[in-house]
């Protein structure tokens, strides 16, 4: 009989211990994941009244200082940005954000010419949206377009919709850290070698990413916000490898500039992109390109948008 008494103890007190385990395992989980998760609202601009918002990939992380304009134009900006995001990823961030936001009431929103092609992206950038999977819609994004195992997951153990990158973003929001750490200049020898060897991105338009540009460009209009489809410049020898398919391209976005009244497209390649000082990368800009092509735009938004919008 004592035997068995001290079997039955030993079986309860293991068993409180898993359980007390997996309760508190879920309690630093769900606290950990709110602390990210807020983190990352105040790096983007979730639920921050902004009026300007900026979405792209890294073009416009790297191309434009929020901080900047937030202190020139006295208003809030949202930014929006991760890198490797597509015309696909940009619509489920855009509904995301108006959701959170009804201030909103102009959207800077970040093109090229490959903006149609999708491919040269990340091909796994569904991640930016994890730490959000508890709102509805991102959760059936979600569960339509990733392996239902890493959905499970992330839907139950809230840590694991973490990886480096969000983390760090996190901290960032945390620390109002939104520099461009891009100091270098762009190498113009490797760049000729690569196109040599035919190792550049190629233009190769989808009719779904055309058409889905246009369902968000219709999504904004019917809430009244100002659009701006920005070109944030990249280097003339990449702009030049095809060169017909590049200004193909550039008429696609003057025409539904045309289209719509509240379409503004603005092209800073022909002004910058023979500005070498100015790349980190052939697509990408440094910080000094990012305080260049920042101020030049707040200038047009001072002039062409301060008595439209209130800034």
């Given at each position: ?131 959000f ?35 760090s ?65 990249t ?30 497209f603005i ?20 910080s ?13 938004l ?10």
């Amino acid at each position: 009989m004592a035997l068995k008494k001290i079997l039955k103890f030993k079986i309860i007190n293991t068993f409180t211990i898993v359980i007390s385990f997996i309760v508190s395992f879920f309690i630093l989980d769900l606290g950990v994941n709110s602390f990210l998760r807020k983190g990352l609202k105040k790096y983007y601009g979730i639920e921050d009244n902004s009026e300007i918002a900026l979405i792209g990939h890294s073009h416009i992380m790297l191309g434009l200082d929020k901080e900047s304009m937030e202190k020139k134009l006295n208003i809030k900006v949202a930014k929006y940005t991760s890198e490797g995001v597509d015309i696909l990823n940009r619509k489920v961030m855009i509904d995301y954000l108006l959701e959170k936001n009804d201030s909103i009431r102009l959207l800077i929103y970040g093109v090229d010419a490959w903006s149609f092609s999708g491919e040269g992206l990340s091909a796994n950038s569904q991640v930016l949206f994890y730490p959000f999977l508890d709102n509805v819609n991102i959760d059936h994004y979600l569960r339509e377009c990733v392996p239902f195992k890493d959905y499970l997951t992330r839907k139950i153990i809230k840590t694991t919709r973490y990886n480096e990158g969000l983390i760090s973003s996190s901290f960032r929001g945390y620390l109002r850290n939104w520099d461009n750490m891009k100091s270098g200049t762009v190498n113009l020898k490797k760049v000729k070698e690569q196109i040599a060897k035919n190792k550049y991105r190629k233009i190769n338009n989808n009719p779904l990413y055309i058409e889905t540009l246009t369902q968000t460009i219709e999504t904004l209009s019917l809430n009244k916000i100002e659009i701006i489809l920005f070109y944030i410049p990249t280097l003339h020898l990449i702009n030049q490898v095809e060169n017909k398919k590049f200004k193909k391209n550039i008429d696609i976005f003057e025409q539904i500039e045309s289209d719509y009244d509240n379409v503004k497209f603005i092209n800073f390649t022909d002004a910058y992109s023979h500005r070498y000082e100015l790349f980190y990368d052939p697509i990408h800009l440094n910080s000094v390109g990012q305080k260049v092509v920042t101020d030049s735009l707040i200038k047009i938004l001072q002039k062409n948008y301060y008595n439209d919008i209130g800034i």
